[in-house]
Structures are given as structure tokens and as C-alpha cells.
Nanobody
Framework: QVQLVESGGGLVQPGGSLRLSCAAS????????MRWYRQAPGKEREWVAY????????NYADSLKGRFTISRDNAKNTVYLQMNSLKPEDTAVYYC?????????WGKGTLVTVSS
């Protein structure tokens, strides 16, 4: 059974940093690309970042390039999202995602609140 469990969210001041983690199980992690999405209050879920199965290819939403970094540790079955220079508009629930055999799998998300 595919499981994705996000952690690392919390309250941070503008300009601060957070690192989110997503622990994966129930599938061959090293063969799967991974994604982060986020959903701000009252808005639709939006794609944040992508990383290929081996970690060599990464892509980011244009508005986040330079502030967010996606990475993975295949030995730990974990994908990360390093978020720097956080802004109030980054406040959202952050979800990790994988796609297996045309099916999407999601974690329950972790809340990031950027506020002074």
C-alpha cells in the first residue's frame, strides 16, 4: 500500500526557512519520480516542484525558482523540499505526490504558515 507522510511544516517568519520531508513506503521509491504541490487557503492546489527517480532532473514552478529546492535520498525513501526566503504568500498545505501506473498518490499534507 502506497503511503506518503509529510512533515516539517510549522509557523515561520517572513524571510525564514523550512525543510519539508516526505517519507514514502509501499512502492519502489527509487523508480518513481516525486512531486511537491501546495494548496493555499481558498485556492486550488498548485504544482511546486518535480524530481526524477534518480534525482538528476528537477523542475520548479517559475515563481519559486531560486527559493525552493527539491531533493531526495533514495536510501531513506524520502523526498525533501527546502524553502528559503519564505513569504506570506507561501502559506499553504504542502503535499507530496507520486504517480504509479497512471494513478496519483498523495500524502495528507503539512501546513506551512508564514507570518510575523
Amino acid at each position: 500500500q502506497v503511503q506518503l507522510v509529510e512533515s516539517g511544516g510549522g509557523l515561520v517568519q517572513p524571510g525564514g526557512s523550512l525543510r519539508l520531508s516526505c517519507a514514502a513506503s509501499g512502492f519502489t521509491f527509487s523508480r518513481s519520480s516525486m512531486r511537491w504541490y501546495r494548496q493555499a487557503p481558498g485556492k486550488e492546489r498548485e504544482w511546486v516542484a518535480y524530481i526524477s527517480n534518480a534525482g538528476y532532473d528537477m523542475n520548479y514552478a517559475d515563481s519559486l525558482k531560486g527559493r525552493f529546492t527539491i531533493s531526495r535520498d533514495n536510501a531513506k525513501n524520502t523526498v525533501y523540499l527546502q524553502m528559503n526566503s519564505l513569504k506570506p504568500e507561501d502559506t499553504a498545505v504542502y503535499y507530496c505526490n507520486t504517480r504509479i501506473m497512471d494513478s496519483d498518490y498523495w500524502g495528507k499534507g503539512t501546513l506551512v504558515t508564514v507570518s510575523s
